[in-house]
């Protein structure tokens, strides 16, 4: 569905050219919150690009990540792979810092998006997550808010004002289809629809709040193969507009919707490729075993 | 499945000391509820056969006016002058109690300063009723805080207190009851955490405060000691919450003592009404709780 691209991952922060189709809707640029605009131009379909160095992250004693370096380019997917357990999750909720969410875990390194340090200890840290939006593994919709108010939810609980909220609600909705199927019932209560509406209901959450980035941290494990279909197909629309990060158990998964992928192990990261390379020519032996179901 | 013979005789039989055993267990479980139920019903039929005669319009519309012979009035300050009490009470102690849970379930979570609130809390409700309204009475009544000795705000502290700990431990459990993954949801759209509470956390653990509020209410206002040394008795009508003033529990308390059966009467027909006052809040309280696990 889509053979990953030969891009050179390296650079950074460019507008890629891995993308060649037009936007579909015209997007209003991002608001920068915490960051000073960068140096280059803002050109429509700017990219952003994460770039994580020397990641250590611990959970009170336990050191669950270990000096891990990843570079995510910008309107890319790239993909998490590893058995439970290998540090995933912990490196996405380290990317918005979720991570120190948990009581007694911490994380030390250096995390940039673009040329923003997110662990300045200037940075306030809402304003990363503002940037940086994060849909979990089980759909989780507010069960007191309708579906238009879990899609406003990100600015009101932001406090931030919107001229035109019925609009940004239309085109969160109709960004991750979902248009069609709740408009004749956005006050209906969101925990209503079926698991895979939840889900992208909440990707339309966080998509409404005009990230830079998107993690998704196994978004579709707890959905029916359809359902799963129709996140991977928004995953590969919303790329154009996001850099997207995706935990995922499922390798076919992966395959389909990731330029590149990262195998993870025991908290270190043992290959990082374009998705075609990992999955059929690994560099490494461990990375082989795994994605031919080995172990794990 | 179909075969039953076949599959049965696979398993082992059921022995008769097994069965004996259930059946002696299930009859002894049947006579413990029965016995725990009997003094519940006969407190009820007793306050309506006793109580219920005396309810008539004169009995709410009028203040008892001290007369042992002839009419001695109905109970009409005596239920206003609880209300007004467990009202301040309430005003108090919900939104210090709910207040106090959101710090332990957002905040303080396991440290050791949470530890030591919630093994206080625990404290407090152990606390016997009489010893809150010594307290009060030591430190508010003796010294004429306010200008006056008995004062129906010095009750209404002492019934805070009462109604602190329970609305305290009621809410706890409740707001641990919301998913931790709203909060994340919320924490990770970029909310600060005061939003994340006032938004997502008290909204969906509302009906729960609402009905452990109540609850405490309704074990406000059915206690006598935490009253009798800081409100002590009145039997006019009034506003003023700096003066004694007549309630319920403290009228019942009085009654009773009368040898005058037609005044001991009114201890019922006052004690109904206050066991209706609370069996009101009680139904509020579960339609409340119903709604919401409906919705």
């Known amino acids: ?57 611990y959970y009170g004693g336990q050191h669950a990540i270990k000096n891990v370096t990843i570079k995510f380019p910008a309107n890319e997917v790239t993909a998490l792979i590893g058995p439970s357990g290998s540090g995933k999750s912990t490196v996405v909720r380290c990317i918005n810092r979720m991570h120190e969410e948990i009581p007694g875990a911490r994380a030390e390194g250096s995390i940039t998006l673009d040329e923003l340090d997110i662990y300045d200890p200037s940075v306030d840290v809402t304003a990363v997550r503002r940037l940086i939006g ?46 069609d199927e709740v408009k004749d019932r956005l006050n209906e209560p969101g925990i209503g629809l079926s698991g895979g509406q939840q889900q992208r209901l909440c990707i339309a959450r966080t998509v409404a709040i005009e990230p830079e980035v998107i993690l998704m941290d196994e978004p579709a494990s707890a959905l029916d193969p359809i359902s799963t279909l129709k996140i991977e ?34 908290g270190e990261v043992i290959e990082h490729d374009e998705t075609n390379k990992i999955f059929t020519n690994p560099s490494d032996e461990r990375t082989e075993r795994y994605v031919t179901g080995k172990f794990g | 499945m179909s075969s039953g013979g076949m599959s049965l005789s696979r398993l082992p039989e ?57 009419n001695h009035g109905g109970i009409r300050s005596a239920i206003v002058g609880t209300l007004e009490i467990v009202c301040l009470a309430t005003l108090i102690a919900v939104p210090a109690g709910i207040g106090v849970a959101v710090w332990l379930t957002e905040y303080g979570k396991q440290s050791w300063f949470a530890s030591l609130v919630r093994y206080f809390v625990d404290v407090m409700t152990g606390v016997p009723s009489i010893v809150f309204g010594l307290f009060i009475y030591i430190v508010l009544v003796i010294s004429h805080t306010g200008g ?81 040394f800081t409100v002590s008795t009145a039997f006019v009508l009034t506003g003023n919450l700096n003066t004694q003033m007549n309630t319920l529990p403290v009228q019942i308390y009085n009654d009773i003592k009368s040898p005058e059966p037609s ?33």
């Open chain 2, 148 to 228: 006056s000795g008995f004062a129906a705000w010095k009750g209404a502290l002492a019934v805070t207190l009462l109604m602190l700990p329970i609305v305290i431990r009621s809410a706890e459990v409740v707001l641990l009851l919301v998913p931790n993954n709203l909060r994340e949801a919320a924490l990770a759209l970029g909310a600060p955490r005061w939003r994340v509470i006032t938004r997502v956390v008290l909204p969906t653990s509302l009906s729960g405060l609402i009905t452990g509020s109540l609850l405490a209410v309704a074990r406000g206002m059915g206690e006598t000691a935490p009253l009798l």
């Open chain 1, 1 to 57: 569905m889509n053979p990953p691209e030969a891009t050179s991952k390296e650079q950074t922060g460019e507008p890629t050219s891995a993308v060649d189709a037009t936007p579909a809707t015209p997007v209003s640029t991002p608001v920068p919150v915490a960051r000073q605009p960068t140096s280059s131009s803002p050109v429509e379909k700017a990219g952003h690009a994460v770039d994580v160095k020397d990641l250590n992250a």
């Open chain 1, 134 to 179: 994060m849909v979990f593994q089980k759909p989780n919709p507010f069960p007191t808010m309708s579906i238009f108010d879990n899609v406003a939810a990100g600015l009101r609980l932001t406090g931030t004002r919107s001229k035109d909220l019925k609009e940004l609600v239309h085109r969160s909705l109709q960004s991750v289809g979902l248009w």
């Open chain 2, 263 to 295: 005044i001991v009467a009114r201890a019922w027909g006052a004690a109904l009404t206050l066991v209706a006052l609370v069996l009101i809040l009680n139904v509020i309280a579960r339609l409340i709780a119903r709604r919401s696990r409906l919705g």
């Open chain 2, 14 to 70: 059921i022995s008769a000391r097994r069965r004996r055993t259930d059946k002696v267990m299930r009859a002894s479980l049947l006579v413990g509820t029965v016995i725990a139920l009997i003094p519940l019903v006969l407190i009820i039929y007793y306050l309506i056969y006793k109580g219920l005669g005396t309810w008539n319009k004169n009995f709410f519309t009028t203040d008892p006016n001290g007369n042992f012979f002839g």
């Open chain 1, 233 to 266: 197909e928004l995953i590969d629309e919303l790329k154009e507009r996001y850099t997207i990060v995706i935990v995922t158990h499922n390798m076919q998964q992966a395959a389909r919707v990731a330029n590149s992928t990262v195998f993870m192990l025991d």
